[in-house]
């Protein structure tokens, strides 16, 4: 089943201001809003990168049940997945569930739309 993450890219000025604008009840996000911003498209390539969608990928089949198991599948070091997953997870792309002593990962959506505009409202 796809699940589909909606990615939105928007300068922290602008970001700043919408956040604002929500909590004093003057804009109403509308349902198909993304729910995950970056603050341009370069932070989005250094999060979403080759590798790191691979990692993705890995997770999302091999089912890892822990960090040693993907460390194992991945062959990447603890520490750089620990890093890398952390990152992903405060943007909302994974999740890591503690299982017993364990983190384990899982991916959050299979499928990514990513969502900017040229002119400022």
């Keep these: 089943m ?3 993450l909606h990615i939105g890219i928007m300068s922290r000025k602008e970001y ?3 956040t604002i604008a929500i909590a004093k009840g003057d804009y109403v996000p509308k ?3 993304p729910k995950i911003w970056f ?3 370069k932070s989005m390539a250094e999060v979403l990168s ?3 969608r691979d990692l993705l990928t890995l997770i ?3 089912k890892p049940q822990s960090l040693k198991d993907l460390e194992v599948l991945s062959g990447r070091k603890s520490s750089n997945l620990s890093r890398t997953l952390k990152t992903m997870e405060r943007f909302g792309i994974v999740t890591l569930v503690k299982e017993k002593k364990h983190l384990k990962p899982i991916v959050n959506a299979t499928d990514v739309r990513v969502e900017f505009g040229l002119t400022h409202q």
């Design 60 to 62: 999302h089949n091999a």
């Design 2 to 4: 796809k699940k589909l």
């Design 31 to 33: 349902a198909n809003e």
């Design 50 to 52: 080759n590798d790191n």
């Design 39 to 41: 603050e341009s498209t």
């Design 16 to 18: 700043m201001a919408r």
